[in-house]
């Protein structure tokens, strides 16, 4: 175990605590969000036409058939955080299928997709490897499993591949399903499929624990309820098992992820290989969460930012060569000589 | 599983040479000479080991003596089962011609001479020897000495692409893993792998200090005491080798002053340097050049890796050890010849080395053939480039002697 990844754990812990207690832990700002605006006061929704104010404060709203089911936003789902109008904190997908389905203005998303846009340049795909709760929650399995002697079970490369073609297929049915009940004439079964994809999301039914609330699991009123609510179960079970037995397996998968990794190339953050150094030893190929080996493939320098990377520096943690695998933020080198040094293992001697 | 080589003809093999047997060769006066030229007093225990093992009283050790050859054979796991890990490679004058009644003359000198302290029955108390199937000297020495041993062949494949082959060296690391706790009933689990792991990372680290220290100012630990730690390594017990490398570091690294060394400093590659064929290292030193780094699968690449265990699952660790010991290696027989000239080109550059020494043990020829290539390569890095064939013997000393001087003189000039 070396401190960057040390750093990357104790910075997924804090993540999680603040994105599920968060609103809790810092009470005294409840005040200031009562007033929040938007950042842009010309582009403020008018009121009762955007419809992130259609959810009762503080709590989100699941139609499911004629009863509305009521989960409460932090402590119960870290998607969104958006108390009353302001800016939409929400999960990307999130904030896209609702949004096509109240059909928003452009106008008014124009700000939050363009610092949506500014963020992924800068850290790319980092969100997955450091922030995202469910990615914890994974990464905690796989903890598990290591400690129980359980060998990892390694995919092969058409295997992710497909994985992350079934990715796109789920995202743009769960678009295209939100864009269709958005139209008038399709509106009545907007209380069956809104937000189809969040419906059938392991965060949905994960993330209300950690707030020890007890998630909507069991929905049998209708038909489709019911469909949704077998899925996420089996989308449940494939996720304990993609990140039980595998690492960041179902990584290749995730929607949110995905749209995440178009930035990935040419973002702020970047993985920098110095040929010359490298002895081909297949260690950063081999301890890759996500199973990429164009980092142990290349033999000339340059930068080396791959769509699936989650940035999440394991790679540069065990490369035995000094100074082969760099982390570096536009253009200049994060690691500090003494910071990442390694800990336990034989020491890294500049 | 382990594989018995000519199993119906073993006992008329062993009569046939028996003979040879009992020929014990104390060790010579020369080498005695090489284990004076120091300064440094905790050398001590490092000649001590060598004396002892030189004369057999060296197995008086309680642990099951494992023999093997090549870096490629994981000393962790050897070392996890609770068993002492002994490399057999040697390069000695007086066992190659006891060798050659067994094997014959232009073959490889490390084969021969193994053969010769085989067959004189040097190494009557090692249960079992490790051979590699590396290169093909190798891989036949399996089979010549199965009449007198147990063996246990690892074959790796020549390819050293962890993409193609990672599964298979787990494989087959995992094979030789049971193999082992079977033949000498130990239960080993990954509680193990990780304390043996540890050893070898630790010392490691203290190579990595004394590489750094030597590149700096090569007087401070003098090549003759390098190559002797080296070689020690190869039978010694790990933590006692640590405990005295840490004692010699600690003593060379106080009296370090802070004069460079006069001397261009050359970095030599090639062909191992084992204990008593150190004619290299002499005629080198006494010509006035100093041997700074050094990259050769008996040092560098055995000691330079650590074990980067990532996952600590069982099959995970002994996958690292794969990576470190076969992908990692630096031995010319696999594919790694881009490798091998990354290496050369680096460490010149990153140690401000002034030339390159390409040593040619002859009959090597994995080494041989790959020279021109090499040379190729660093003239396009403006690196001077001497390749040396030589044997055993010393009848060429004055030769090589002259040569490496005009090589000297040319990088005094090249520096200016």
């Known amino acids: 175990m070396n401190k960057i990844t040390i750093t990357r754990r104790i910075f997924q812990v804090v993540s999680l605590i603040l994105l599920v207690y968060g609103a809790y832990i810092f009470k005294e700002w409840k005040g200031s969000y009562e007033t929040e605006q938007s950042f842009f006061p010309s582009l403020q929704a008018p009121a009762g036409k955007i419809s992130t104010t259609q959810f009762e404060k503080g709590s989100i709203l699941w139609p499911s058939g004629a009863t509305p089911v009521i989960e409460n936003y932090p402590p119960s789902l870290v998607c969104r955080f958006n108390p009353k109008g302001g800016l939409f904190k929400a999960c990307i997908l999130h904030f896209f299928s609702e949004n096509l389905t109240w059909q928003t203005q452009i106008k008014y998303l124009l700000p939050y997709i363009t610092l949506f846009i500014l963020l992924c340049f800068i850290f790319g795909r980092m969100w997955c490897g450091w922030v995202c709760p469910i990615g914890t929650v994974g990464d905690f399995l796989t903890f598990l499993r290591r400690k129980m002697n359980i060998p990892l079970r390694r995919f092969p490369q058409n295997f992710r591949m497909n994985l992350s073609f079934t990715g796109y297929g789920i995202m743009v049915i769960a678009l295209a399903i939100s864009t269709i009940i958005g139209m008038p004439n399709f509106a009545r079964y907007q209380c069956y499929w809104f937000l189809p994809y969040c419906q059938i999301c392991p965060a949905r039914l994960i993330c209300p624990m950690f707030g020890l609330i007890k998630p909507n699991w069991k929905d049998f009123s209708t038909g489709i309820t019911t469909t949704f609510t077998i899925l996420a179960w089996i989308v449940l079970g494939l996720f304990i098992a993609a990140f039980y037995f595998g690492r960041r397996v179902w990584c290749h998968m995730c929607p949110v992820g995905l749209i995440n990794s178009w930035f990935n190339k040419g973002a702020g953050v970047e993985l920098h290989k110095k040929a010359i150094k490298c002895i081909k030893c297949g260690y950063c190929a081999d301890c890759c969460p996500m199973g990429l080996t164009k980092m142990y493939e290349m033999n000339k320098d340059g930068i080396y930012n791959q769509n699936a990377c989650i940035m999440c520096f394991r790679c540069v943690d065990v490369c035995p060569r000094e100074d082969c695998l760099t982390a570096r933020f536009f253009g200049k080198r994060i690691q500090s000589k003494d910071f990442f040094r390694r800990t336990k293992d034989a020491k890294k001697i500049p | ?416």
């Open chain 2, 1 to 416: 599983m382990q594989k018995k080589f000519l199993d119906r003809y073993r006992e008329t093999i062993f009569k046939g040479f028996a003979s040879n047997r009992g020929i014990v060769n104390n060790i010579s006066s020369e080498s005695i000479e090489y284990l004076q030229e120091t300064e440094n007093p905790c050398m001590e225990t490092f000649y001590q080991a060598i004396i002892d093992f030189e004369t057999k009283k060296f197995v008086d050790t309680e642990k099951p003596l494992v023999g093997y050859f090549c870096s490629i054979v994981p000393e962790e796991i050897i070392i996890a089962c609770s068993l002492h890990p002994v490399r057999l490679c040697c390069e000695d004058q007086i066992w190659t011609q006891a060798g050659e009644e067994v094997s014959p003359g232009d073959i490889c000198p490390v084969v021969k001479s193994v053969c010769g302290k085989f067959y004189s029955g040097f190494y009557d108390k090692f249960e079992i020897v490790v051979v590699p199937g590396t290169c093909d000297p190798k891989t036949k020495l399996a089979e010549m000495l199965s009449p007198l041993i147990d063996i246990y062949f690892l074959d790796p494949g020549r390819d050293a692409d962890y993409l193609k082959n990672a599964d298979i060296w787990e494989r087959k690391y995992r094979d030789f893993f049971d193999f082992l706790k079977k033949r000498f009933n130990y239960s080993a689990g990954r509680k193990e792998l990780i304390s043996a792991c540890q050893k070898t990372n630790k010392r490691t680290e203290i190579f990595r200090k004394i590489y750094q220290l030597r590149t700096k100012n090569p007087d401070a630990i003098n090549s003759f005491d390098y190559y002797i730690m080296i070689y020690a390594s190869f039978f010694m017990d790990i933590d006692l080798w640590n405990i005295s490398a840490e004692k010699v570091y600690k003593e060379a690294s106080a009296k370090e002053d802070k004069r460079t060394c006069g001397r261009p400093k050359v970095l030599l590659a090639g062909t191992p340097v084992i204990f008593p064929n150190f004619k290299i290292i002499d005629v080198i030193e006494k010509s006035g050049l100093s041997i700074a780094a050094d990259i050769q699968c008996t040092s560098f690449g055995r000691f330079y890796n650590p074990v980067e265990i990532d996952e600590e699952t069982e099959s995970g660790l002994i996958r690292a050890l794969t990576l470190k010991n076969i992908a990692g290696s630096i031995c010319p027989c696999l594919l790694n010849l881009e490798k091998m000239i990354n290496l050369i080109i680096d460490t010149v550059k990153k140690y401000n080395l002034d030339g390159v020494i390409y040593y040619n043990l002859r009959l090597c020829q994995v080494f041989d053939i790959q020279t021109a290539i090499i040379r190729q390569a660093l003239k396009q890095e403006n690196v001077p480039f001497i390749s040396i064939k030589t044997d055993l013997s010393k009848e060429d000393t004055g030769q090589l002697k002259t040569r490496f001087e005009a090589f000297r003189e040319m990088l005094e000039i090249h520096s200016k």
